[in-house]
Every structure is written in structure tokens, then in C-alpha cells.
């Protein structure tokens, strides 16, 4: 595991770019593992912009997303489909067949999950994987819970996860109560992962994390035993850690 200390929110979001950057320019077919939400999204400003300076390029590369909540058609504003075309694609050269979330209003949400699996394994896995973490140590929408759930499944949202995602949604009640999400093994399998993390609200359950027991009830935890954890993290959220 691998540590790294950003002073901020920016810093953090640069120092993460660059990881990816580097992958990009290293393996012009890579598949990258994508991640939604405000930690990550400057990360994905700091890409369109050295795109946009002719620095990189997203031709090959292939990205498949941690997650969908079910419900929400492609063209919501809240969907993550929607999230990934306005903060990355359509700011960049990837193809449009070469984006992949699971879709939120299959009619069949079991086999849904199974297709994004095998899609997954179709590409050969995960060359980089970025992460978010949630206030109760969600990795992707693997909730906590008694087991850790291997491969893309359906989930039920915690309360709290939906009253966090509750300020990107006119109300409450308008959040979905389920997600499609990849599992703990989908997410593991990746060849590498960054996690960030910022924030002092996210300092305790960062702790737990990195130091605390591997859990199911603890999500994050397992990344321990990752081979290849680099972990990006401000000041704030690193503020309970040595």
C-alpha cells in the first residue's frame, strides 16, 4: 500500500490525473475502471485538459464504470451515465462504444449484473481502477454487510448512503433505493487501484480502512490485501493516520 499525502482537494485531484495519465500514455489500450460523484470529479478535469493540450489520447482506451443506480434512464441528470458524458466523454476522443456502465432500466436487473460481468471479463479485467469511499467505507455501492458480495449484483442503498446523494436530487424520496454495482471481486481484480479520499468527515472511516480489521462491514477494508493500492488523500481526511 501506498500512501500519498496531498495538502488539498485539488492537489489530490492532480496528483491522481497524473496516475492515470501516465497509464493512459502507457498502455493506449488500457481499461480503466471509472468512479462517479465529487471526490473524483476534478480528476476527470485534469484528463480532458491534457487532452484538450494534445497530451493524451483516449482512441483505444476502454472504461467501465463501478456503478448504476437502477431506475434512472441514461439521460437523467442524477444518472452516472449522465455524470460520466458531462464531466469525460464528450470532453475527450473515447469512443462511444467504448464506454461502459451497467443500464440502470433493464428489465431484468439479475441479468443485467451478469452481462456486466462477463463484459468485464470480455476486456481482460482492469488495467486501473479509482475509487471513491463512502462515509460508511462503500467501495462502488458494496454496502456494508455480513459477507463481501464477489461479483456485479443488484444492491439495496443504505438510509445514509441515499441522504448522502440526497443533495444531488431535488428530494429525498426522488433517490433510488437500488444500484447496480460491481463486486468486491470485480473491484479487486483490477491490476491496480487508487483510492481518494478527502475531507475531514471522511477521516474515521478512512482509518478503519486502512487500519482497521478486513470486515464485510468495512467494505473498503478489504483493499488491504490489495497487491497495488496507491492511496490519494488531503490532509484533512488523513488528519487520524500517521
Known amino acids: 500500500m501506498k500512501v500519498i499525502r496531498a495538502k488539498n482537494f485539488d492537489e489530490m485531484s492532480q496528483i491522481t490525473g497524473d496516475i492515470f495519465s501516465a497509464q493512459v500514455k502507457e498502455d493506449k489500450h488500457s481499461v480503466l475502471g471509472l468512479a462517479t460523484g465529487g471526490t473524483v470529479v476534478k480528476v476527470y478535469g485534469v484528463l480532458a485538459q491534457e487532452y484538450a493540450n494534445g497530451i493524451l489520447d483516449f482512441s483505444h482506451i476502454q472504461t467501465v464504470n463501478l456503478d448504476e443506480y437502477a431506475g434512472l434512464d441514461p439521460t437523467h441528470p442524477q444518472s452516472y451515465r449522465y455524470y460520466m458524458e458531462d464531466n469525460f466523454f464528450k470532453k475527450v476522443n ?11 432500466l433493464a428489465h431484468d436487473l439479475e441479468e443485467e449484473c451478469r452481462r456486466y460481468e462477463r463484459l468485464i471479463k470480455s476486456l481482460g479485467g482492469i488495467d486501473l481502477q479509482l475509487l471513491g469511499l463512502g462515509k460508511n467505507g ?11 458480495v464477489k461479483d456485479t449484483h443488484c444492491v439495496e442503498l443504505e438510509e445514509g448512503t441515499r441522504i448522502a446523494n440526497a443533495r444531488f436530487f431535488d428530494c429525498l424520496e426522488d433517490v ?9 471481486g470485480s473491484i479487486m481484480g483490477a491490476k491496480k487501484i487508487v483510492l481518494c479520499v478527502s475531507g475531514s468527515e471522511k477521516a474515521e472511516i ?30 484533512e481526511a488523513l488528519e487520524m493516520l500517521n
Open 94 to 104: 473515447l469512443k462511444s462504444e467504448n464506454t461502459h456502465l451497467p443500464f440502470g
Open 138 to 148: 462503500h467501495i462502488g455501492f458494496n454496502e456494508p454487510g455480513p459477507t463481501f
Open 176 to 184: 433510488p433505493r437500488k444500484a447496480i454495482t460491481m463486486g468486491i
Open 206 to 235: 478512512l482509518k478503519a480502512v486502512l487500519s482497521g480489521p478486513i470486515t464485510p462491514f468495512v467494505p473498503g477494508s478489504i483493499l488491504q490485501i490489495h497487491s497495488d493500492l496507491t492511496v490519494v488523500a488531503d490532509e
